[in-house]
């Protein structure tokens, strides 16, 4: 979500100048008012924090609605480490910037832009041809003021790292569909592929172009191609002593049908000899991690993270690995089953700074090197999902808890100290209590989960419940800001989200309990966790709702199909005819590797297309929901479930958002999704006064 001002023809602007307010006298504050629909709009994305090297001041990005445009927008801000000078550093009226780095000197800000170069400048030798809306990496002064842009690659930049001696930068560019120079045509030409994978969501139908490593120098804007080939190179890690620069790749015949990925390095110059770093058969910093290498301060190791062989795909935790450059010898210094993510390097070398999963809660933690020890430096309920450390040792985290969403703060010795809240607004809104939940499932095991009790909660009163199940499979509802459950619980539902069997957090064994075998043991701990708050005197039985998106869709589908107590249930972006998702989605990898093809696994795919299969069984009035670009999930998963269903006259909706990827991202859409479904549960929930 992004907020769009006035900037000058187009180019990023810093801001020069603040406005202060006067000081009035006060009236007394309001009493808090619950947290509605229209409050979405108003919810700001912090994200990217980034330390300069003297750890004196943050920069980052903030995401806001711009209503005007219906889109988000992110502009760039900084704050001094003391919490002072907090300013805005980019105003664009129809373009964002992202991912904010700060040069090695601390005199710069690069970071990424969709705006266009102003219209004086002519095509730079890292591009040419028609100008088009695409990313390209540009640079401002780290005070604030006019921004250029330093590469001009007609397909753009997806991601950029410095070079420590901040003259020139490493950037990942995908090959651009024609050559340099050549007009776009009036119609795009054929798609043709032959490639095993040939979607990937965000990006369509796959081909033949690639991305590949280049490096820029920044005074002249040159640009050399240092790796080619059939194959992707991404995030990109310049060493410390500035003659390497790692990366991340798959290799072999064909690295469509694999997921191990491996660590690369090569020398920063044209024609150079790549080396391939890691060499373990599994995911070596598979991109889903949104984690690069991290090179040790005195350039001789890389932290990384590591997956378990293929066939666990996401079911196997990440662990925090580090390999010896020369050598190649690669150990796990905290072998935990739990995932790790977005490790940094302490200034000593002895340790590193990383986010460690939990049941519940992500933390940010210090792993000691020599003996394996991991120390948490967050505590409590709590969901931290990014952060950045200077060179010397100042830390700051991105994450919060149940009320409040992503929050930039210092991490230091008596605790957290808030640098970027965008969110105050919050204050003004009464907003519902999270709790734990843990209860026996009938298989005598453990389960946890969440409850928000509504607004104005009576003991010894019921109320309608909605079952809220989480995406994945392989994922958690942690203690994080869930804007829909305080809209649930401000309009008189309990909610009730339960981390069933197959949700991370807690261990290998837990997660791959649903491994090939989707909607079985998960389905029985969801409605084992119904019956707990039942139980309680909190649920009523005869108000149930259940819903979720992705796999919290297909897990959906497959509690109705197994239970007919249901009033109500919405369905967003799932699937539940696996036969016609294989080679229609994005998994073709992951349905082979895990449920093997439908000509030779006749009864796993029947397991997993179980409500499809059966979908006589449902009699759940049920919404469906899809986006009509997503090839992650696409809409014939929500299309077939829907047709299924108007077949034999059960109450149902289809609702498809066009243009949208398997995340919505358009404001209005957004919107439209809470109000939907807020009334959907409502017509089947709640009592008719």
């Not at 890292?126 to 100008?131: C, L, M, Q, V």
């Not at 690369?264 to 598979?286: I, M």
């Not at 010397?392 to 703060?409: A, C, K, M, Q, T």
Request: glycine share 10%; net charge negative; charged share 25%.
């Amino acid at each position: 979500m992004r907020l769009r001002l006035m900037a000058a023809a187009g180019s990023v602007c810093a801001l020069l100048a603040t406005a202060s307010a006067a000081a009035v006298p006060s009236a007394p504050p309001a009493p808090p008012v619950p947290f509605g629909v229209d409050d979405l709009a108003r919810l700001a994305d912090v994200a990217a924090p980034d330390l300069s090297a003297d750890g004196k001041a943050l920069v980052y990005s903030v995401s806001t609605v711009n209503a005007k445009e219906d889109l988000a927008q992110t502009d760039l801000w900084r704050v001094g480490y003391d919490g002072t000078g907090r300013v805005q550093l980019t105003r664009t009226p129809t373009h964002s910037e992202s991912r904010p780095l700060w040069s090695p000197d601390g005199r710069a800000i690069a970071f990424l832009s969709d705006a266009p170069p102003p219209a004086k400048a002519k095509p730079g030798k890292s591009g040419g041809g028609e100008e088009e809306e695409v990313s390209q990496v540009w640079l401002m002064p780290a005070a604030g003021g006019p921004a250029r842009p330093i590469t001009r690659f007609p397909s753009g930049v997806d991601d950029y790292v410095w070079s420590p001696d901040g003259k020139r930068i490493a950037v990942i560019v995908r090959d651009s569909e024609r050559p340099a120079g050549a007009a776009k045509p009036k119609h795009p030409p054929p798609i043709v592929s032959e490639r095993y994978q040939f979607k990937e969501d965000g990006t369509g139908y796959l081909g033949e172009r690639r991305t590949h490593l280049y490096v820029v120098d920044i005074a002249s804007g040159k640009a050399e191609q240092i790796t080619t080939g059939k194959h992707d190179e991404i995030l990109p890690s310049w060493s410390p002593d500035g003659k390497l620069v790692a990366y991340v790749t798959k290799r072999g015949v064909d690295p469509d049908r694999h997921l191990n990925y491996d660590i690369y390095v090569v020398e920063p110059k044209a024609g150079a000899s790549e080396r391939q770093l890691t060499t373990f058969p599994g995911s070596d910093l598979d991109p889903y991690w949104e984690t690069r290498p991290a090179w040790s301060p005195d350039s001789t190791r890389i932290a990384y993270l590591r997956s378990g062989e293929d066939k666990w795909i996401y079911y196997a935790p990440w662990q925090l690995a580090v390999v010896d450059v020369a050598s190649g010898h690669e150990t796990v210094p905290a072998p935990i089953d739990r995932c790790f993510t977005k490790p940094h390097w302490s200034a000593d070398g002895r340790g590193v700074f990383v986010l460690v999963e939990q049941s519940g809660v992500t933390h940010l933690s210090r792993v000691e090197l020599d003996n394996g020890r991991v120390t948490e430096l967050t505590h409590g309920d709590r969901f931290d999902y990014d952060l950045a450390v200077s060179r010397n040792d100042r830390v700051v985290v991105l994450g919060d808890g149940d009320l409040h969403p992503y929050r930039i703060s210092a991490v230091e010795g008596d605790g957290l100290r808030v640098l970027a809240d965008h969110n105050e607004f919050l204050a003004t809104r009464a907003l519902a209590a999270v709790e734990t939940i843990r209860f026996r499932n009938r298989d005598g095991g453990e389960i946890e989960g969440l409850l928000v009790k509504p607004h104005g909660y009576a003991p010894g009163r019921r109320y309608p419940t909605i079952v809220r199940l989480h995406g994945g499979p392989v994922y958690q509802f942690s203690h994080e800001f869930m804007p829909d459950w305080q809209v649930y619980a401000a309009q008189g539902f309990a909610v009730l989200a339960i981390n069933p069997r197959g949700s991370s957090g807690r261990g290998f064994d837990f997660a791959r309990a649903i491994y090939a075998d989707w909607g079985s043991v998960d389905v029985r701990d969801v409605l084992d966790g119904i019956e707990h708050v039942v139980a309680l005197g909190i649920a009523d039985p005869q108000r149930l709702g259940v819903g979720g998106w992705s796999y919290g869709a297909i897990l959906t589908n497959a509690v109705i199909a197994s239970d007919t107590r249901f009033k109500a249930a919405i369905s967003g972006a799932g699937a539940s005819n696996m036969y016609g998702m294989y080679g229609h989605d994005q998994y073709i990898r992951e349905y082979e590797l895990e449920l093997g093809t439908p000509w030779a696994n006749r009864d796993v795919y029947d397991r997993a297309s179980f409500p499809f299969l059966h979908a006589d069984r449902i009699t759940t009035p049920t919404m469906f929901q899809c986006a009509g670009e997503d090839v992650n999930v696409p809409c014939l998963g929500a299309e077939q479930m829907y047709q299924a269903l108007r077949s034999r006259n059960v109450p149902t909706r289809l609702v498809v958002y066009p243009g949208e990827s398997h995340g919505l991202t358009v404001p209005s859409y957004l919107r439209d999704r809470m109000a939907r479904n807020l009334a959907w549960y409502q017509r089947f929930l709640q009592e008719v006064p």
